[in-house]
Structures are given as C-alpha cells and as structure tokens.
C-alpha cells in the first residue's frame, strides 16, 4: 500500500507523464505518444514541494496530485525450476 507523503493537489493535463525528481519537486515531460519526434523531452517543474526522499522507498504522483511512496519490492528469491 502505498502511503501520502506531501499534499500538493496539482491538476494533471493529459499528454503529460508527472513525476517526482531529484530534488522532490514535481515534474512533468511531454509523453512520446501523438506524433512527437523522438528523443529527450524537457521536463519542467510544476510544484516545488523539496521532499526528502528515503532509500527503499519509490515516490509518485497520485491521482489526486499528490505525491506519495510505497516501499519498493527488492531482493526476491528466484522459483526453483522443476526437473
């Protein structure tokens, strides 16, 4: 499950894939769908909100334009395969 971290309530434009970056700001980058040329897009900041992010833990922006993290699932043993 995953757990609110920061109330932003950003309202999110279609065509956009939003994000958190480095710094734990939110950031949206045009999506490579519709005719765009290929390549990098910019990113530009929508909210600047400064989370500290934690290690083991994966940040998103929600439906409702918040950001939020759920733990991140490492370290799974591999299935034994059957003779």
């Known amino acids: 499950?995953?757990?609110?971290?920061?109330k932003v309530g950003i309202k999110k434009?279609?065509?956009?894939?939003?994000?958190?970056?480095?710094?734990?700001?939110?950031?949206r980058a045009v999506m490579s769908r519709g005719g765009r040329k290929k390549?990098?897009?910019?990113?530009?900041?929508?909210?600047?909100v400064g989370v500290e992010k934690e290690d083991g833990y994966?940040?998103?922006?929600?439906?409702?334009?918040?950001?939020?993290r759920a733990k991140m699932a490492r370290g799974r043993k591999a299935k034994k395969k059957k003779r």
Do not use: R
């Open 1 to 6: 499950m995953a757990e609110k971290v920061q």
């Open 13 to 27: 434009e279609y065509g956009y894939l939003y994000f958190v970056d480095k710094k734990g700001n939110i950031s």
């Open 39 to 48: 390549g990098k897009s910019k990113k530009e900041v929508v909210a600047k």
């Open 58 to 68: 994966l940040y998103f922006v929600d439906t409702k334009g918040d950001i939020s």
